[in-house]
């Protein structure tokens, strides 16, 4: 079983950086793909970005140029940098792992607002 623990959201003015992290816990090998999705109210969950264990990664096109996210330097971390942030990344951010089957976090509430 695998548990992930997000850190890092808060309340930011808009064009301010915020840097979510991820732990994963619980798994024997390391994790190839670990990613980001976040829930806006009243939408449904979105993907915002994912690497994988060579280092690739992918991003929603909403946050293509200011998001960055990558692999920590402990096993089966991720961090997810968020630079000049709007008011339409306000969500629930989850980190999001497959390992046999998808595992999410509780989530992390980021605020983008003046």
């Known amino acids: 079983q695998v548990q992930l623990v997000e850190s890092g959201g808060g309340l930011v003015q808009p064009g301010g950086s915020l840097r979510l992290s991820c732990a994963a816990s619980?798994?024997?090998?390391?994790?190839?793909?670990m990613g980001w999705y976040r829930q806006a109210p009243g939408k449904e969950r979105e993907f915002v970005a994912r690497?994988?264990?060579?280092?690739?990664?992918q991003y929603a096109d909403s946050v293509k140029g200011r998001f960055t996210i990558s692999r920590g330097d402990a096993r089966n971390t991720v961090a997810l940098q968020m630079n000049s942030l709007k008011p339409e990344d306000t969500a629930v951010y989850y980190c999001?792992?497959?390992?046999?089957?998808?595992?999410w976090g509780k989530g992390t509430l980021v605020t983008v607002s003046s």
């Open positions: 619980g798994s024997r090998f390391s994790i190839n793909v």
């Open positions: 999001n792992v497959v390992y046999g089957t998808a595992y």
């Open positions: 690497i994988d264990g060579g280092g690739r990664t």
